[in-house]
């Protein structure tokens, strides 16, 4: 994806069409195969976006083939209310197929589609942690080097680093302290539970509240589409105030993938947090899964510190950049 060379590429730039679904999928495949992905979820996290806009998504064509594309989306519909934050765009992802690399389409491709964002008035761009449909949490610099030099060769810069770990569930035992604790917990009058159907609109209205409207959206979308109930446990205080829930299989139905999860800050320090997690983890266990994973959380920060205290190690690490229009 660098621009660095003496032969220009011969592709053709344009809007998506009818049709170009497959071949973006399958060249998809050949230029990040550490990250392919499926036609059912290019169709869920693309195509069926209510923010999707066909000139947004830049399809490179060498003839017949599609040999890259870089997707531009701005909100056209709010996460919640009325904000569609209309200074802010995205670009999930962009690809530039291995034999049309170091020909300037990466950098063209890219181009056209912050030039597109600039024309609907957005002056702040991020890769690529756009909600709730988003592809990665941010770059992969390791995996994908020239995209890093190209991006920030186009003003993009780090904002901070998310981290995705994972742990293998083979053996897996609740730890005595952590049964402990749950117990004493229990004791007090705090309860953990498969939320109810009425439960919901607590669950609901605490994750959109103190998390973000994205979290309410992720829980809401992966419960229509038909993920059970008992992929999450809550928990309520004794007051009967529900503080937190931990979950998994929210994403493309994987039941392997943990998260979210979210505690009152309040009632951080407490050892919910804690219970929480391996409460699920007990869970994913129970249904055979063999790890557990998740692809976005602070490195250093409190969860990161407690995912690694369970066991947890990073496996990728992503930055998420963002680009700012000269004022």
């Known amino acids: 994806m660098t621009d660095g060379t003496t032969t220009t590429s ?30 059912d979820r290019f169709r869920s996290l693309v195509l069926l976006d209510p923010n999707f806009d066909p000139d947004g ?11 890259g594309a870089a997707y531009a989306v701005r909100r056209l519909t709010p996460m919640a209310g009325t904000d569609v934050e209309p200074e802010q765009g995205w670009i999930p992802f962009f690809f530039v197929a291995p034999d049309h690399r170091r020909r300037g389409l990466g950098r063209r491709l890219l181009t056209e589609a912050l030039d597109w964002l600039a024309g609907h008035g ?11 449909n988003y592809v990665f949490p941010g770059l992969d610099a390791e995996a994908y080097p020239e995209a890093a030099g190209l991006l920030g060769s186009l003003g993009f810069r780090t904002l901070y680093e998310a981290a995705a770990m994972d742990r293998t569930l083979v053996g897996y ?21 498969t939320p109810t159907d009425d439960d919901l609109v607590d669950l609901l ?34 007051d009967g105030r529900m503080v937190g829930w931990a979950m998994h299989g929210a994403f493309d139905a994987v039941d392997e993938r943990f998260g979210p999860i979210g505690v009152l800050e309040e009632m951080r320090g407490t050892g919910l947090g804690e219970v ?4 699920v983890l007990e869970r994913m266990r129970a249904r055979r899964a063999h790890s557990a994973w998740f ?10 510190h407690l995912y690694r205290k369970t066991g947890f190690t990073t496996t990728r690490v992503f930055q998420v950049m963002r680009r700012e229009a000269a004022r």
């Open 276 to 279: 929480l997690l391996h409460l």
């Open 57 to 67: 998504l830049r399809v490179a064509v060498d003839g017949d083939r599609v040999v």
């Open 173 to 193: 035992r609740m730890p005595d302290d952590v049964v402990r604790r749950v117990r004493e917990l229990t004791a007090r009058g705090h309860r953990f539970a």
């Open 205 to 238: 209205g605490l994750a959109g509240s103190r998390f973000g409207p994205d979290w309410a959206c992720t829980i809401r979308a992966c419960l229509t589409a038909g993920t059970p109930l008992d992929r999450i446990v809550t928990a309520r205080d004794p």
């Open 10 to 39: 011969r592709a053709g730039i344009r809007g998506f069409r009818s049709g170009d679904g497959p071949r973006l999928v399958a060249a998809w495949a050949r230029s990040a195969p550490a990250d392919p992905v499926t036609p």
């Open 295 to 304: 692809l976005w959380t602070g490195a250093q920060s409190p969860a990161g």
């Open 122 to 132: 957005r002056t702040r761009v991020d890769f690529s942690s756009y909600t709730p």
